[in-house]
């Protein structure tokens, strides 16, 4: 159970009402996060660490049991106000900031730590502000970390993320110029710098960017009185009006001149470029790996449509509208996920269990269809082929197909992220037209049709035959539902599907006496799947962690990348998922390799592996900070601070015993 009981602040009457929660139990040894969660009414705000021309952050002078040590506030991004000339750092909406509590390690379990503090912030409107003060109190549990408040995913998605690799700044006359590195493919949408170190620049002053590559290039116009003379600058970058931000930590060091002026809300890349990416990507895979397992859905689309022009017009084009809408209705449901405060990138759906626990029901009757078990309406399988069955082959196809990123679709879907909602739907059709492009293209050109072999008794054995590649699929989300649900979860969903298989072996058996399934069969379906549907969420367990490869690695944090940056080792970053087999083919081929384990050890490269199968808010912040929306992303960060490096999705060998040489 949730081990934190909230209290809202007595002091009244406050125009900002402050609380304070703890995400959960904490174990002996290790910390909690607390939120202090302040609601401003309407028409006040409250301020930033550093709150500009005017105002006042907060201060909070803990009552904390002895051992337990408070870590430093750490705020969302900011919005900017001006009034009068004044620029300040505010918040006029609910925010919250965070806090980490350590435990020591000698707590015993059980116990109940009363956690105490004494709040003080400034509430303002455009016309009046007036200090403000609360008592904070919550208690946290030591012991098992247990369930924890869900909200805590979009209170961390609402702070900075951390770039991850220095900035440099050069201090001139009258300006302070920073280079931050950042890939081209990232969109500002209205950008600003919020800088943390105080009486350096004029806030309220016009920034300036510009990119010169990867590098994103600032310039700010230094404070008018008694500027300070920072040996670090500690800022951050918001991106766009929606309050995505960087947190940014600055050395002095050389920054070039010039660059290509950014114009207010473009995006790293053109629209038209970015279409294109998308339509590229879209096409490419059809031919990744991570796409074969459905390869067999699509063969028997080909080889019908080659039975009448008329015929393969009519599929071809219901079949890539069925890609396209999936495709788009991927994105709708991204993107308002995101709107919401959640922290998912593309595929996500296939973090979710019961997504899982579904295809694998999909892809047994696929298989048992394709077998010749029985004779069903399934999407794209009826003998006879019709423009609704192409229709919800494309609709399956596109969902199943689209869980890795491959060449050209990276930088497309990182964009999307951050774009107008219309551009991005643009961007998630452009996608679909791609992966439906080959289908479209045998539909309305006929010599390509005439290179198809011509229908035939073949066509029944090639059907059963790709019952093969069918299957292996669904004993590939077997084992994908035991890495994102735990092994109860997946042995729960094998026995779903084994009484499904059953019960369409018997239809099969009526049909070929000529009778259909019957309302009674249909029931026993019916619960069957009704007891799966309430049963199997209740199952749903940390999976075992993998045992370690030829590479060995540590599990991504941004803290464990920040020691390491700190130590200046070089780094390997790569980010996999389970379900996403561009990632397992990258690990065999190039990663797992004995050379790169020997190239690696000799350099002293620390390797960061990010696994997300299951959702991991830290590493989809991670992704987006680079631009990109899904796996597989790789990264290296050279030695001693050097600028970080995006690799290619496709790897070999010799791309990273190359990075150590």
């Not at 009402?17 to 401003?40: F, N, Q």
């Not at 006496?513 to 799966?532: D, K, Q, S, Y």
Request: charged content about 15%; aromatic content about 8%.
């Amino acid at each position: 159970m949730l081990a934190s009981a909230p209290a809202i602040a007595r002091a009244a009457p406050n125009h900002i009402a402050a609380e304070v929660v703890a995400e959960s139990a904490v174990e002996p040894g290790k910390s909690v996060t607390i939120a202090v969660l302040m609601r401003p009414e309407p028409g006040w705000h409250g301020y930033w660490a550093n709150p500009g021309d005017a105002g006042l952050g907060m201060e909070i002078d803990w009552s904390l049991p002895p051992g337990v040590k408070a870590g430093a506030l750490r705020y969302p991004v900011p919005d900017t106000l001006l009034i009068a000339g004044l620029m300040n750092h505010v918040f006029e909406h609910d925010y919250a900031v965070l806090v980490d509590l350590t435990v020591p390690a000698a707590a015993r379990p059980g116990t109940v730590l009363p956690i105490k503090g004494k709040a003080r912030w400034l509430a303002c409107t455009d016309k009046i502000c007036v200090p403000e003060s609360g008592d904070l109190a919550t208690t946290v549990t030591v012991g098992a970390t247990g369930v924890r408040d869900p909200r805590f995913d979009a209170w961390r998605a609402a702070q900075p993320a951390p770039l991850g690799s220095p900035a440099r700044f050069a201090l001139g006359s009258d300006r302070l110029r920073l280079a931050i590195p950042l890939p081209q493919s990232v969109r500002l949408d209205d950008p600003h710098v919020f800088v943390a170190t105080e009486r350096s620049v004029d806030y309220a002053a016009v920034q300036t960017f510009s990119r010169a590559g990867d590098l994103l290039l600032i310039e700010l116009p230094r404070a008018k009185f008694d500027p300070l003379v920072p040996t670090t600058i500690n800022a951050v970058l918001r991106m766009n009006p929606q309050g995505d931000g960087l947190a940014i930590t600055a050395s002095p060091g050389h920054v070039p001149s010039g660059g290509m002026p950014l114009q207010a809300g473009a995006p790293g890349a053109p629209l038209w470029s970015l279409l294109l990416s998308a339509l590229l990507g879209g096409l490419l895979l059809n031919v990744m790996p991570c796409v074969f397992p459905i390869l067999s859905l699509k063969a028997l689309s080909l080889v019908r449509s080659g039975e009448s022009a008329a015929q393969a017009r009519s599929e071809g084009l219901a079949y890539s509208a069925g890609v396209v809408l999936a495709c788009v209705a991927l994105g709708v449901l991204l993107l308002a996920l995101r709107a919401a405060g959640e922290q998912v990138g593309w595929a996500f759906q296939l973090q979710e269990p019961l997504v899982v626990a579904a295809l694998l029901l999909v892809a047994v009757t696929i298989t048992a269809n394709l077998a010749g078990l029985f004779e069903f309406a399934v999407p794209g399988f009826a003998r006879s082929g019709s423009p609704q069955g192409a229709f919800a082959t494309g609709l399956l196809a596109a969902f199943v197909a689209t869980p890795c990123t491959g060449p050209f679709m990276a930088a497309a879907m990182g964009a999307a992220l951050l774009l107008p909602v219309p551009q991005a739907l643009a961007l998630f059709a452009a996608l679909g037209l791609g992966l439906a492009l080959p289908f479209l293209a045998l539909a309305f050109i006929p010599v390509l049709r005439r290179a198809l072999p011509r229908p035939g008794a073949w066509m029944e054995r090639f059907r059963k035959a790709m019952a093969v590649p069918m299957g292996l699929t669904a004993l590939a989300l077997v084992w994908l539902a035991s890495r994102v649900a735990g092994n109860a979860f997946a042995l729960a969903a094998v026995l779903t599907a084994l009484i499904v298989l059953a019960a369409l072996v018997l239809l099969g058996r009526r049909q070929r006496h000529g009778l259909g399934a019957g309302a009674r069969w249909w029931l026993v379906v019916a619960i069957v799947l009704g007891f799966a549907a309430l049963g199997l969420p209740g199952m749903v367990r940390a999976p075992a962690g993998e045992a370690q490869g030829i590479l060995s690695s540590q599990p991504y944090s941004e803290a464990a990348l920040a020691q390491a940056r700190e130590q200046g080792k070089p780094v390997f970053l790569y980010f996999t998922a389970d379900w996403c087999l561009t990632c397992k083919v990258n690990e065999a081929a190039a990663i797992e390799r004995e050379e790169t384990r020997a190239a690696f050890t000799k350099a002293g490269v620390v390797v960061l592996r990010g696994d997300w199968t299951r959702r991991d808010p830290a590493i989809t912040r991670y992704l987006a900070t680079q631009g990109a929306a899904g796996v597989p992303l790789y990264m290296w960060y050279p030695a001693e601070g050097g600028a970080p490096q995006q690799l290619p999705q496709v790897l070999s060998v010799g791309t990273l015993t190359d990075l150590v040489r």
